[in-house]
């Protein structure tokens, strides 16, 4: 595994955890967005590992926002120099690459998730997070948008109404609001995020990785057209799994009333 300065990776039972840490917050500056996306490209190569959590260093931010200072010297410079472009689609491609990922990503949200945190959460595929967390798109606040994918992946998720008023307002929302509207899969007690986040994980890999993304694949991709193109993409991964071993091994665990023993090929 690489290392770099700000994200700590660590692989057990093919499950990686990657961990973000750059006190006291975890915010982004340029070099945390960079080794991210290092850390992520060296993980979905990785045949040893088949999911990824992603977690914040410490107990009080999975990740609380931008690094105001490197925003306000991006902001100082010119337009035209284009430091601030550049920044925004660094972050724009790694959270695609994280949305993208044939490999399951899930966000172990352990606090204040706020910002670039939020986005960088509704760009993994599982959201599980802690009861005393709080969650918001403040960037308005500093007379800013979101610029990372936090005007498209939030109304897409909780709807357009409630996402034009969390990003209007720039107000936090509690844990439990982010469940009741869909933009968390579970609230946990604060000290079992990273656990409870791992177990799901390991669920996930005791399954064939093929069909695994090949769901994946058929949601993300279906989502972006008419439903008659998404029933189209669906139909070609259910086939292309057909010449898969784990496919028959699946079926005939089935019929032999068995645990099937996939191997991933």
């Not at 979101?146 to 005007?151: A, D, I, K, L, S």
């Not at 069909?211 to 993409?233: C, M, R, S, T, Y």
Request: with cysteine; hydrophobic share 45%.
């Amino acid at each position: 595994m690489g290392e770099w300065q700000n994200i700590r990776t660590q692989v057990e039972d093919k499950v990686a955890v990657l961990t973000i840490d750059h006190p006291p917050v975890n915010s982004f500056n340029r070099q945390v967005v960079t080794e991210l996306g290092e850390a992520i490209d060296e993980l979905l190569a990785d045949d040893e590992v088949k999911a990824i959590v992603i977690t914040g260093g410490g107990t009080n931010a999975f990740v609380a926002g931008a690094d105001i200072p490197e925003i306000k010297e991006l902001l100082d410079q010119p337009a035209e120099d284009g430091a601030a472009a550049a920044f925004i689609e660094r972050g724009q491609q790694t959270f695609l690459r994280i949305e993208r990922s044939p490999k399951p990503v899930i966000a172990a949200i352990n606090g204040f998730c706020l910002g670039g945190g939020l986005e960088l959460a509704m760009s993994c595929h599982i959201r599980i997070c802690s009861d005393r967390a709080r969650l918001g798109q403040p960037e308005v606040n500093l007379g800013l948008i979101p610029g990372w994918g936090g005007t498209q992946r939030l109304a897409r998720l909780v709807g357009k109404g409630k996402a034009i008023e969390m990003i209007l307002t720039g107000d936090m929302i509690t844990a439990q609001d982010a469940y009741r509207l869909g933009l968390v899969n579970k609230v946990v007690p604060a000290g079992v995020v990273l656990k409870e986040a791992r177990g799901l994980a390991r669920k996930i890999v005791s399954k064939s990785r093929f069909p695994v993304a090949a769901a994946l694949k058929a949601i993300n991709d279906g989502l972006a057209v008419p439903i008659e193109e998404g029933l189209k993409i669906e139909a070609e991964q259910f086939v292309g799994l057909a010449d898969t071993e784990d496919i028959h091994e699946g079926v005939n665990a089935f019929l032999e009333k068995r645990q099937p023993q996939f191997k991933d090929r």
